[in-house]
């Protein structure tokens, strides 16, 4: 089995994904962009930057010519590699999958591949909730049945991602669950009991006080200021708690004054790099995610949940229904402060099992992930021949 997968650019999340992959058949992975520090600096995490870890090491993969006037991976237009075409014909390949169809890359790749009979795979995160404009829901009811029959197959990656290819009228034989996941035993090795001891240390944070974590861009399609009301809310109730907030962007200055303004006492991270979030897990007692529908799932989650934190989500958050549940976590309305204090309490006050954590995020791995791709592979990949050009 040859399988071609079509990314925009390397992504801390996919990396494990690709490595697992390449040890159950030959993957090349081709990439559309390569995003410079400032770039991704500019994408809400408050400064430039490289990630800490390789996420191109152990797979094949090469970069392709992006020849968009404005190279980026977050517009339609900021990738356009017309030589996907030929690469693929190229390769030989029994299957190629796209990480979606919002970039030329991927409308390109899929073209090409039906123009030589390669049949195409695609796993995305997309979910009805999303907030969208009217003219814009009622083009995609009419465009969007017939546009994703051009898929063989659909990876969901969770309950709102199935629900949004049954919306559609993709046919049920064609999906396959290929869950949202991190490296689950990367995170709960690092996330240790004394890691947790010399960051609370660290912070002056004292053993009795539950400190809440928010990891993300702070911008405000996150929230993060639900999280400082919440917990000024349970402390006016004799709580003791503090909040962590792993991370950086436009509203630190905000979330700054607004704790202040209300007595709560905030530790600010900053931007943390991959290598430092197992520590900021371990040393909360939840993950507090309060986002607004844009939030199409929030990994996140599944790093705290590795790490054994249990979790607060909102329930526009795509990842809620699979993963924030009793009684791993708590699902409250989205921009209900009291609704999110009253979710934290419940938490603080019912705990769940460290045997229900890791059953939970067992069913999120990357090997289920990977079992996933390699099934609808095998049941629509063509015979290892080449195609002519």
């Known amino acids: 089995m040859k399988i071609a997968v079509v990314a925009s650019h390397p992504i801390q999340y ?41 996420l191109t090491e152990g797979y094949d993969h090469s970069f392709l010519r992006n020849v968009a006037a404005a ?13 996907i075409g030929a690469r693929l014909r190229e390769g030989r390949f029994s299957a190629a999958l796209v990480m979606g169809w919002h970039l030329k890359t991927y409308v390109q790749t899929i073209l090409s591949a039906k123009m030589t009979g390669l049949p195409v795979m ?8 999303t907030p969208r404009s009217a003219l814009k829901r009622v083009v995609k009811e009419a465009a969007y049945p017939p546009m994703l029959r051009f ?47 010399e960051l609370r240390a660290t912070l002056g944070v004292a053993e009795e006080t539950t400190l809440l974590l928010f990891a993300g861009k ?3 399609r996150k ?30 200055d905000a979330l700054q ?10 530790h600010m991270l900053g931007f943390c790099n991959q290598t430092r979030m197992p520590q900021a897990y371990a040393a909360c007692d939840m993950l507090v995610l309060p986002s607004s529908g844009e939030e199409t799932w929030g990994l996140v989650v599944n790093e705290a949940l590795a790490s054994g934190r249990p979790v607060v989500v909102s329930d526009q958050c795509g990842s809620a229904p699979d993963l924030a549940a009793p009684p ?36 999120y791995s990357v090997s289920e992930t990977v079992n996933a791709i390699m099934r609808a592979a095998d049941a629509i990949a063509r015979p290892n021949r080449s195609v002519a050009a």
């Open 14 to 54: 996919q990396a494990p994904i690709f490595r697992a992959l390449a040890e159950r058949c030959a993957l090349q992975v081709f990439f559309a962009h390569r995003a410079s520090p400032a770039e991704q600096g500019a994408a809400g995490f408050g400064g430039a930057f490289d990630w800490d870890v390789d």
């Open 71 to 83: 190279p980026n991976a977050s517009r339609f237009y900021g990738c356009d590699t017309p030589e």
């Open 122 to 129: 695609v796993r995305g995160d997309s979910q009805l909730s």
């Open 151 to 197: 898929f063989d197959a659909a990876l969901y990656v969770g309950a709102r991602s199935r629900a949004y290819y049954e919306h559609y009228r993709f046919p049920a034989q064609k999906l396959y669950f290929a869950p949202h996941c991190v490296d689950n035993m990367w995170f709960s090795q690092r996330a240790t009991a004394a890691a947790r001891d």
């Open 218 to 220: 702070l911008a405000p």
């Open 223 to 252: 929230r993060p200021l639900d999280v400082i009301e919440a917990a000024a809310r349970l402390r006016r109730t004799g709580a003791a708690v503090e909040v962590m907030v792993a991370g950086d962007g436009e509203l630190r």
């Open 257 to 266: 004054q607004a704790a202040e303004a209300t007595g709560v006492r905030l």
């Open 328 to 363: 791993c976590g708590r699902i409250f309305a989205a921009g209900d402060c009291d609704a999110l204090a009253r979710a934290v309490e419940s938490l603080m006050a019912h705990p769940p099992q460290q045997t229900d954590l890791v059953e939970l995020i067992g069913r």
